[in-house]
């Protein structure tokens, strides 16, 4: 990890601050989120694994007293401890954490190298999990808020994305249970599930061997961009909502799961059936 220059000047006034943190914040939803709360007055920490597109975010920003960008491979303890330490000692608080970093893969599962199930659940699961317990102290000081980007692949089977499933699943599970946990803490948690939006992340979806998948996703629906989803949760934020489900076919697709299982999975295979190939 390596922090960037523009988080050098640590005489930061933490009067009246609000701070967030994003992870995968150099790109899709993590910069729409950015920009948006930028444009709100928040003080950001964006994290991400790639150095070359956080320094381009700083220079777009160019405010080195709001904003520091501290370079994470948030499947990394050591990452995850410093870029706390830096949040820590440049603004002193932290009021808001954005577990948003993501990855996922386009494979069969029983074609698939083990060492992408692996990498999938460390950065979807692991990565978040670990990165909130450590900023939890910050978190209680400020009777603060988590947001973390799940997916309704967490909720419901989809043809080539069994690692991406059962990691966003166990984000659910997780955070469900340490919604209960905190509750009496007025610590405010908020679940997003997003369906389809038009973000980089499949550009980047691991194939069978560990390389980038060459073949098309499928999808339903439709393609949302990533500024209205980050308009959409920061209105979900203010209203303190619990969860987000913006897509009305992705919300009919988990009843259909649940009530109709069998006539779910006829309509599944039929639309992803390229991810079975």
């Not at 997003?194 to 973000?199: A, E, G, H, Q």
Request: glycine fraction near 6%; proline fraction near 4%; include cysteine.
């Amino acid at each position: 990890m390596s922090l960037s220059t523009a988080a050098k000047s640590t005489n930061v006034n933490t009067h009246s601050m609000n701070v967030t943190l994003i992870t995968g914040a150099a790109s899709g939803l993590g910069w729409a989120m950015a920009r948006h709360w930028y444009a709100a007055g928040h003080h950001l920490v964006l994290a991400d694994i790639d150095e070359q597109a956080l320094n381009a975010r700083a220079t777009e920003l160019g405010d080195i007293d709001r904003v520091i960008t501290v370079v994470t491979d948030i499947a990394q303890r050591d990452d995850i401890a410093v870029l706390i330490e830096q949040v820590q000692s440049h603004f002193g608080r932290l009021d808001l954490l954005v577990n948003n970093a993501g990855i996922t893969h386009r494979s069969p599962a029983y074609q698939t190298d083990p060492n992408v199930f692996r990498k999938v659940m460390a950065v979807d699961w692991q990565g978040a999990v670990e990165l909130t317990m450590a900023a939890l102290p910050m978190l209680r000081e400020s009777k603060g808020q988590i947001i973390c980007i799940g997916s309704m692949a967490g909720w419901m089977p989809v043809p080539g994305r069994a690692a991406y499933c059962a990691a966003k699943g166990a984000l659910t599970q997780f955070f469900e249970v340490l919604r209960l946990e905190l509750e009496s803490e007025d610590i405010h948690i908020l679940m997003v599930y997003p369906s389809f939006l038009d973000t980089p992340i499949e550009n980047h979806a691991l194939g069978r061997d560990g390389s980038i998948a060459k073949h098309p996703r499928s999808m339903i629906g439709n393609m949302r961009s990533a500024e209205w989803m980050a308009e959409r949760i920061d209105q979900g934020l203010q209203r303190r909502e619990r969860w987000i489900l913006p897509e009305p076919v992705s919300r009919f697709g988990s009843i259909l799961w649940r009530v109709a299982p069998a006539i779910y999975l006829r309509q599944v295979r039929k639309r992803f059936i390229g991810e079975l190939q």
